[in-house]
């Protein structure tokens, strides 16, 4: 019988495990995760502003999972490649077939200041340990480090809670470079940023965190922020046993992979923690492109085991969104560009279609709806304490 270890059960790792238990093939499919349930990321902004309960964004991996597959909840720390040997802290398995899809977590750079205060926005975790924070009432400046998509949300949704709440906490985004958004074409650049201007959201470009201590942020030329929450989104790198690994990697650490997706013979790596270049373009990290290379991994697993010929992976865009919780979302769907109300719905509705569980979509569509309505634009709140 074949061993199938995937590392990470993400988007990535669970579409290739659905795909590998439904083949047909006798096959010992084992599936490692460090936590016992998996977080749909998408809506976790969300969560913070528009009040989705948490529980409806975490999923037990058990029952996602078929009986022919076992999880295991372990955290990976090393692999041997060419003993063909995966290592937690208290056991090792062997396999014949790896597929690595151990996605992405914050990256904080080596600054030990960023990471004993600042806050991530990674996980349903970290949303609840910043709902906790901001009920403690000790801020009165919010801190974005990090001027792409997760901060632009973050700010967006920190903006909407406050509202709701009657609450004018100062949102500031600091962004290391000229300009938010990083590559994204210049008219969403320039739509977002007049749709943070529109929210009293500050953007402070090629600026850097200089100094953190407690609730005091020091940024680059001269603004100190007391009573300051700092939320720490600038980037993601990939898991530390990958970081061990000698094969070729990004400068984020994500396993470059070949057309195939794989980056040693029976060695393949899908969604976050891949770096696969279509023509000159690196794929974005996103749910669609893990979702795609999870099941196209499965298939070439498959079809090493029955001595074909291994398919090349395609991808196909159905393009991006920017979410902001004002509802002036914008994005480029199929090609068109998008502004204002539908991007947002189309987001939610996406983000309905792949959660898992009739409850958990009826119960998502449910707050959604209650939030869209809560966001209609209504008179600024007073200043006051942070208690949400
Ligand atoms: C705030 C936020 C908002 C986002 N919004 C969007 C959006 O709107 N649209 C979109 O397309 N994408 C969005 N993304 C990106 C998207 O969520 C990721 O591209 C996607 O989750 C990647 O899937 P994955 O399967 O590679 O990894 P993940 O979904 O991150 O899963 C990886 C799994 O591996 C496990 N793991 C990690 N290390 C180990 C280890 N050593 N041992 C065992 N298990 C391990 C983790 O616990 C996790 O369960 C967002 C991401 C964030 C953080």
Redesign the pocket.
Known sequence: MHKIVI?????????AAKKLSKCGLDLDIVI????E?????????DAVGRGLGPELLTYR?QALLGKKVRFIK????SIDLEAKQVY?VGSSYTYDFLLI?????TNFFGNQNAQDYAYA???VNDVKVIINALRDNKFDNFIICGGG??GI??ATNLWLLFRNNGFTGRVVIVERTPGILGPLPLWMKIYVRDNLKSMGIEVLLNSVIENIQSNRVAVSGGRVFERAMLIW?PG?R?????QKLAVEKNPQGRIVVDECLTFKQDCFC?????FFVKGNNPL????????A??AQTADNIIRSIKKLPLNKFRPRDLG??I?MANNKSCGSVFGLNLKGFSPTLL?FL??IYRSSGLRNKIGLAGNLLKACCLSIDRPAGRQGGTKC
């Open positions: 590392i990470g059960a993400g988007f990535a790792g669970l579409s490692f995760d460090k936590k349930d998996t977080d749909f990321l998408p809506l976790i902004p991996i372990e955290e990976v720390i937690t899809s151990s996605g992405s977590q926005l990674n996980s998509y997760t949300e973050a989104v993601v990939t898991a530390d046993f990958i899908a969604g976050d923690a891949a974005r990290m996103a749910v669609q492109f893990s979702i290379e999870g991006f969104i979410p987001h996406m983000c």
